[in-house]
Each structure stands twice: as C-alpha cells, then as structure tokens.
C-alpha cells in the first residue's frame, strides 16, 4: 500500500464540494511528476486531500476507487478516482506541518506546487494523528 496526497484550491473544488459527491475522477493533472505519481496508485490506496490558496490544511482523507486511466478532458494524461473515506476533525494547516519535526522531509515542503505526490506511512499517520 501507497500513501498520498492531492492538493486543490478549495475556491474551486473543495473537500465539500467532493463529499457532496462521494465519488469522483481526480483529472486535469498537467504535470509529468504528478501525472506518474498518478501512475503508481492503487485501489484502496489512502490519499490526504489538501486545500491550497488561503486555507493551506489537510482537511480529509479519499481512497483510489479506479487506478490510472486516459483523463477524459485530454488522453495524453491519465486521471485517476477517488472516494471520499473521512474528514479530519481538526484540519492540519501547512503551518502545522512545517513546525512538526516528523513532517520536514515531506515532498510538499521542498514541491510545493505539485498537486499529486506521495507521502510516507509515517508521514500519512501523523497528519492523521494531527487531525483528531
């Protein structure tokens, strides 16, 4: 099992806007290193769901429910669907990452602007602790 980690602008679509569907094709990744992050998912594989711009937290977790497939708004890159599996009680805020020792090797602090990356186990269970 993988762990990992989507980032979107919550203005845009939020973990909210997700929950209302449960369900949904996570497409429109226009980055290489994303894209092959996208690659690697499996089903049932955990995924942080992040809000950027003025939030900067993790607020959820999805699963994989439908590994890689042609992303339906251009081919030449792959999407992937998720399923909504629990909101965090207390989002974790970037600052919150950023001041936790056991985080300061995340990809998300020396990447920022990638919207899909992998995250460690240990990484993945101490946000999920953080958020309780």
Request: hydrophobic fraction near 40%; charge should be negative.
């Amino acid at each position: 099992m993988n762990y990992w980690m989507v980032k979107t602008e919550p203005e845009s679509y939020s973990w909210e806007d997700f929950v209302e569907k449960g369900e949904d094709v996570w497409d429109g990744v226009r980055n290489y290193q994303a894209r092959n992050f996208l690659r690697e998912m499996r089903t049932g594989d955990p995924v942080l769901f992040y809000h950027s711009g003025k939030e900067k937290a993790v607020v959820g977790v999805a699963e994989v429910s439908r590994e890689a497939f042609p992303d339906p708004k251009d081919e030449a890159w792959v999407a992937v669907s998720l399923k909504e599996k629990l909101p965090l009680a207390n989002p974790v805020s970037l600052e919150s990452i950023k001041s936790d020792d056991r985080l300061t090797g995340m990809l998300m602090l020396r990447q920022s602007r990638l919207s899909v990356m992998a995250v460690s186990k240990e990484e993945f269970n101490v946000i999920i602790a953080l958020g309780k």
